[in-house]
């Protein structure tokens, strides 16, 4: 079955460090997305991507990156690591027009 | 003032009740509305979703929009407890499968059996 894997599930790191949080799907849908969920804000949009080589910012794209090399892979870096970044990051993707998101099952990220 | 506004609950229920979980919205041109299921742990998933004003029944699940008032409603018939999850709303003014997909909060629901 086609799915949507995200590792790690769990992530500590230091403040200042970089960190690569990894998305993969099966599905080979074009659009793929990163959101962050915060308890009193729901999910917001970080970054996004309808292909190969085509990145977009979000609402709270700010101190994140990403790329997308192939069809299949979007990670998501954190420059510098944050406190205000402790979060848990979910990614999703779709085919695109009026097609749902389907979600992976979160990296739960903490910055100390 | 958010696009999107939920009430966080958290929701308990007895086994068996009938369950009501609301969304209101500010933005008019909101033509899409969705319902979100999460598991604890879990990324979201898709419940249901409707087009424009109406209701649209899905065995115990049936969800309502109310575009005059802004008003979109979820209702669970005959709760399970494997209906204990938060449910989110979502709303697009274009295509649900896109950046443009607005989330509220979310609402924590526990079935108590």
């Known amino acids: 079955d086609a799915e949507i894997t995200q590792s790690p599930r769990h992530k500590i790191t230091e403040t200042g460090r970089q960190v690569t949080l990894a998305c993969h799907q099966t599905?080979?849908?074009?659009?793929m997305f990163w959101y962050r969920q915060d308890l009193g804000h729901g999910l917001r949009l970080i970054h996004y991507s309808y292909g190969v080589h085509d990145t977009n910012k979000g609402e709270v794209s700010d101190g994140y990156s990403v790329s997308r090399s192939n069809t299949e892979d979007l990670p998501l870096t954190l420059e510098s690591a944050a406190s205000s970044q402790t979060s848990v990051y979910f990614c999703a993707s779709s085919t695109g027009l009026n097609s749902p998101l389907h979600f992976g099952n979160g990296t739960r990220l903490t910055v100390t | 003032q958010k696009e999107v506004e939920q009430d966080p609950g958290p929701l308990s229920v007895p086994e068996g009740a009938i369950v009501s979980l609301n969304c209101t919205y500010s933005?008019?041109?909101?033509?899409?509305f969705m319902w979100y299921r999460q598991y604890s742990r879990k990324g979201p998933e898709l419940l249901m979703y409707t087009y424009s004003s109406g209701n649209k029944e899905d065995g115990r699940f049936t969800a309502q929009v109310d575009k005059s008032s802004k008003y979109i409603s979820l209702f669970i018939r005959d709760s399970q407890p494997s209906d204990s999850a938060t449910y989110l709303c979502a709303m697009s003014s274009t295509n649900f499968g896109n950046e443009k997909l607005t989330f509220g909060t979310g609402t924590r629901l526990t079935i108590i059996p």
């Open positions: 599905w080979n849908h074009n659009n």
């Open positions: 933005n008019s041109a909101f033509q899409y």
